[in-house]
């Protein structure tokens, strides 16, 4: 079982690794940042490709579109480069494309770090420097093109890749094809072997990849076939958990379908030894080799030598990032409940006076702003409530100073070019209800998309519950509960916006769990404005559905659940207490009150759930603020309180 101190020592872990560079010489993208800390799966992915592997401009073209095939299967890529001296990780795509069309760029192996920086240099990483940043940064996969080996005249040159060296003491592993195809594949073999590196190959069998070929033609082989995604996960999770100072070789064979075939009939060996040969000649060496050869290479297969580099690291990528989710999905780490939905900059205005609208003039009122959005209220409540492994995945423009210092447990996928969403309400000088309310939410309904969702499967897939506010789109919702549905979730819903939003759930009662809505919602999501019978007929009709609670305002909750209908009066307010002051959350207190005793015991305790949220309701009323900071007062002696003396409520006749 996974503890509290395990996943303190993980952070520590990773945030000892960060620290490992000084502050001033590197810097973490702030989404690979999260991704770390919230242990979601990242690939590392070098930059030499980009500035001296492939020409301009398929270099950037390739780079850009290696980073979309890792979310697509679930991770965030990290591609590290140098950049006028600081150490990158995780390339914005101005940054990728900066480098990748800059002149005169270096090409940055481990050796050459303190020289570059102290130079303030831009440079592409190799294999070996990338493997360190990644290490240092606590990444544990790597997809490439190729890794660097032993030279086919090493004999002589005594020249041998510092990336075998670097696999040898830092435990990554290491996706591509093999290693470069101009390379002595069995002394690079031997070599490794001797530096107590595991090298595999990805497939049905053991044959070691030639790059731009499936097989080598003298027939070397890896230490054994990996045949599916889950092994290799595992292969992985053993190197990390045996703390091995080395790290690990996947060997993935290009398809056969792009395995190069020369215009001229030539194979790709009787290419690359002529090249060789003619580099000899013009006195050639050291780390100019490799680029001269590829020049070469492509002359001579009429570019065809360009589509296969990019399609066989497309498959390494591919392949890496399904590695990295399910490395990342076979940690214990889980949360009891993963919230998605609306994170906003909410400004509510209190009237002093009754509301006249009058052109030109300025109303006395009381202006508060605060973070908000029916997502995030439960779970700041929640927090409050102080319930163990709940957390809020959203979206927002570049964060302000109040959503960067807010500590509600989030992931926060911040877009840029996007607003961050906004609401203003404007509340009634009396009874402190709604009179209207003004939003830009559209960034929900933009970036919350099915493939976000795919995106962050890991997360997903390791709650127990899912539960998300009427804010997603309708593609969204129907993706998120089919989701919920293949890996056996329990999906509560919480309405937002009004009715027009809510009846955006009407189709897929049949697979919720748990309904929170108010009086209107529910008559926009059962088309009925017969509140009672609508309730029997749902609940009847929906097996899966074991709890609806519809709020009523001042006149409590109406509570159904698979054999009873109960309308529960709202809790009287103490006569020390000032009048009702905010009532814009006191449904998402009710909601988060009530959750947080389902996730301790789901239906057992349906009246304590119900006195839960109804006294957290009760204490927000009463609040200057959206969420009662009173509500991490709530402890079991009130519910008990509650339970025997306060909790009042009528049966409806089924």
């Not at 590829?294 to 399904?322: D, F, P």
Request: glycine share 6%.
């Amino acid at each position: 079982m996974h503890t509290v101190r395990q996943s303190f020592l993980l952070r520590s872990l990773n945030s000892r690794q960060i620290r490992s560079f000084s502050s001033h010489l590197f810097e973490i993208n702030p989404e690979v940042k999260s991704a770390l800390a919230e242990h979601r799966p990242v690939v590392a992915c070098e930059t030499a490709i980009l500035t001296h592997g492939l020409p301009r401009p398929v270099n950037i073209e390739t780079c850009l579109q290696i980073e979309q095939i890792i979310r697509k299967h679930g991770s965030i890529p990290a591609t590290i480069g140098i950049l006028n001296g600081r150490i990158k990780i995780g390339l914005t795509q101005t940054e990728l494309e900066q480098l990748g069309s800059s002149k005169d760029v270096e090409k940055a192996s481990r050796r050459d770090l303190p020289y570059l920086i102290s130079r303030r240099a831009s440079a592409g990483t190799t294999v070996a420097a990338t493997m360190l940043i990644a290490h240092r940064c606590g990444i544990s996969i790597f997809a490439t093109g190729g890794v660097g080996g032993v030279h086919r005249d090493s004999q002589i040159t005594g020249d041998i890749s510092s990336d075998l060296d670097e696999l040898g003491r830092t435990p990554v592993c290491v996706i591509s094809s093999g290693v470069k195809s101009i390379l002595d594949i069995p002394r690079t073999l031997e070599y490794l072997e001797t530096k107590g590196v595991g090298v595999y190959t990805f497939g049905e069998t053991n044959e070691f990849p030639n790059f731009f070929t499936r097989t080598n033609e003298v027939g070397s082989r890896s230490c054994a076939a990996i045949r599916t995604v889950e092994e290799a996960a595992q292969l992985v999770r053993s190197m990390i958990d045996l703390k091995l100072d080395s790290g690990l070789l996947l060997a993935v064979p290009i398809d056969k379908e792009d395995e190069i075939v020369t215009n001229t009939g030539k194979n790709i060996e009787s290419i690359i030894e002529e090249s060789l040969q003619q580099a000899t000649k013009e006195g050639i060496i050291g780390n100019k080799v490799t680029p001269y050869v590829l020049g070469k290479i492509r002359q001579q297969t009429g570019n065809k030598s360009i589509k296969t580099n990019q399609n066989l690291v497309y498959k390494n990528a591919r392949i890496a990032s399904q590695i990295a989710a399910c490395l990342s999905s076979s940690q214990p780490t889980s949360s009891s409940l993963i919230l998605l939905g609306a994170r906003n900059l909410d400004l509510h205005i209190q009237l002093h006076a009754d509301f006249v609208p009058n052109k030109g003039s300025t109303l006395p009122c009381r202006l508060q702003q605060n973070l908000g959005g029916v997502a995030y209220n439960v779970t700041h409540a929640l927090h409050l409530l102080k319930t163990p492994s709940i957390r809020l995945l959203t979206v927002s423009g570049t964060s302000t100073g109040m959503l960067r210092t807010d500590p509600v447990p989030t992931i926060v996928h911040e877009i840029p070019g996007e607003s961050t969403a906004s609401y203003i309400s404007l509340l009634d000088s009396k009874s402190s209800e709604l009179i209207c309310g003004f939003g830009d939410m559209s960034i929900y309904e933009r970036q919350i998309t099915p493939d976000f969702l795919d995106k962050n499967l890991s997360i997903l897939i390791k709650s127990q519950w899912i539960m998300f506010d009427a804010n997603l789109s309708r593609s969204a919702i129907k993706h998120l509960i089919d989701i919920g549905v293949k890996y056996e979730k329990r999906l509560a819903f919480i309405s937002a916006g009004g009715p027009r939003k809510a009846e955006r759930i009407s189709e897929h009662l049949r697979n919720l769990h748990v309904l929170f809505c108010n009086r209107l919602e529910f008559e926009a999501i059962t088309h009925s404005s017969s509140i009672e019978s609508s309730l029997r007929k749902v609940l009847t009709e929906n097996r899966d559905l074991k709890l609806i609670c519809i709020t009523m305002g001042a006149n409590g909750v109406l509570v159904g659940t698979n054999d009873r209908i109960r309308r529960y009066k709202a809790l009287a307010l103490n006569k020390t207490q000032h009048e009702i002051r905010n009532v814009t959350g006191a449904g998402d207190s009710f909601a988060a009150g009530v959750m947080s005793q389902l996730l301790k015991s789901n239906l057992e305790n349906l009246e304590r759930a119900i006195a839960c949220g109804l006294l957290a309701a009760k204490f927000t009323l009463t609040s200057a603020n959206t969420i009662s900071e009173r509500l991490h007062t709530i402890d079991d002696a009130m519910l008990d309180e509650i339970c025997s003396n306060e909790l009042q409520y009528e049966n409806v006749n089924l």
